[in-house]
């Protein structure tokens, strides 16, 4: 079953002769339950795709469509919503609340939709992701690698259709690096999640179900 499908999308900054395209007619899609990882050199465009796909951009034509509805045409409220309960995205950077704690954060986009939260998944990610004794620490008490764990915990709490990864072991040692391509092979093997991953590390890359090579906004290769 196909859970995201990209149509000729084009991402254009500047106009006339200054303009460039960072995204430039990419089409190509994803089934459920694959992980997938876009490669690039440091400008090639692969971040900005990421965003165009996860709602954080607009594109300036083209189209996706996650899970058959088609994002780029949502009003920025319905967007905001449909991002909050269909995509996680983690980035390399953690984005952790640091008044909140490891529970509070993975629950926040719970609380932020005003819905309840389903404790056994809540109880099952703290257990498989490592982070049970230390659901009650704040942030500045975890290492990097448990702060990025706890990330990923808060991108599926709402079982989305697609989780985005963006460059996420860029900030971590390679130890807690393989660590954090564990959780996400677990999360893509044991839930069915279904991943698409941006990495400059072409050993990350490799592990994942397939790989997408973008340059200069374009898509160059695919294996």
């Not at 900054?13 to 089934?31: C, I, K, L, M």
């Not at 953690?94 to 819905?115: F, H």
């Amino acid at each position: 079953m196909e859970i995201l499908r990209v149509e000729n999308l084009t991402k254009t900054y500047g106009a006339g002769a200054n303009a460039v395209n960072a995204v430039d007619a990419v089409s190509f899609t994803v089934e459920q339950g694959e992980f997938v990882a876009i490669v690039g050199a440091s400008g090639s465009g692969k971040s900005t795709l990421l965003h165009l796909i996860g709602g954080v951009d607009r594109p300036t034509s083209g189209k996706i469509f996650i899970d058959g509805n088609e994002i780029n045409h949502m009003n920025n409220d319905k967007l905001a919503i449909f991002r909050r309960r269909q995509i996680g995205i983690v980035y390399q950077f953690y984005n952790l609340i640091p008044i909140l704690t490891v529970e509070e954060n993975i629950t926040l986009p719970c609380d932020l939709d005003g819905s309840s939260v389903d404790k056994s998944r809540l109880d099952e990610i703290l257990m498989s992701f490592g982070l049970k004794e230390r659901r009650n620490n704040l942030p500045n008490q975890l290492s990097g690698g448990q702060q990025q764990r706890t990330a990923i915990a808060r991108a599926l709490i709402y079982r989305p259709a697609i989780l985005l990864a963006d460059e996420p072991t860029g900030n971590l040692d390679s130890k807690a690096s393989e660590d954090i391509m564990s959780m996400l092979k677990l999360t893509n093997k044991n839930y069915g999640q279904t991943i698409v991953m941006i990495t400059h590390d072409l050993e990350m890359a490799n592990q994942a179900d397939r790989v997408i090579t973008i340059s200069d906004g374009k898509i160059v290769g695919e294996a």
